[in-house]
């Protein structure tokens, strides 16, 4: 069907047909379903249908346009998963999960819950516009991805890891989506302006631009919220991505410091994000820190590239930067 969204204008949209009505099942990603909770908070909601095979009409306003988001967002998941890693969904048994939209009235998150198998997306409030953007949408189906996987204990600094994986992921998905509307970048959240002031929830290139988040590991860092302490793991992936300093990446300007003064050289966020799904599906535990992230990630790209490549080098001086070993 097609889909007229909110952030990433006319798209496709996986539906199938019964009859004369048009339903919001994608039957070519495991028959992923989007629903509506109409402003409701339980339940698995309404399967989105109607007359005709499209969605929504780029405005807020209509309840069908969250829908199209949210299951542009949820295609886009599936495709890169299973187009760049081989990963048939979320728990690579060829299940599409589910997306509810409409939940309650004001809320400002969305979230991923592995006992419905699905997420949840609120509508926003004030300035802050509906959740349901490309790279929300990737960073929550991630959380389920990491569930299956690494399973990584959601606080100290695991959970940091864990965050920034859905983070890493839904950078990933955004650049690789390539929507004009919306083009890859290493901000998380820009599209919904949740200040009012038009920052993005995150940054990754250096991610004390936000006020809170970390750009280097300490020892006490396990101790803050699993959306600050991601900051290191955030800015490492940029870093290996694409290296330190100044830097201009479909328009957007970053600048990327080391903790320890010494440059970086990127590999590519490809790479970058290969190493990194590699080592959360291969080598990380529900315990793995910082430390073991490192080594984690050292061993894959050794495997991959051999421990005299430049990509290892790039994966130790990120490392070294973000003051993890040296
Ligand atoms: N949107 C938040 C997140 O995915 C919800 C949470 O705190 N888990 O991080
Ligand atoms: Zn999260």
Redesign the pocket.
Known sequence: GTGNTQYSGQVTVGSVQSGSTFQLTDSGRGNHRTTNLNRGTSGTGTLFSGPDDIWGNGQAANTETAAADAAYGAGLTWDYYKNVHGRSGIRGDGVGASSRVHYGNNYV????QDSCFCMTYGDGAGNAKP?TSID?AA??MT?GVTSNTARLV?SGESGGLN?AT?DIFAAAVEFHAANPNDPGDYLVGEKIDIRGNGTPLRYMDRPSRDGSSKDAWYSGIGSID??YSSGPANHWFYLLSEGSGAKTVNGVAYDSPTSDGLPVTGIGREKAALIWYKALTTKFTSTTNYAGARTGTIAVATELYGAASAEVKSVTDAWAGINVGA
């Open positions: 998150n969305a979230f991923w959740l929300v960073h929550e959380h959601y965050e859905s699993v959306h």
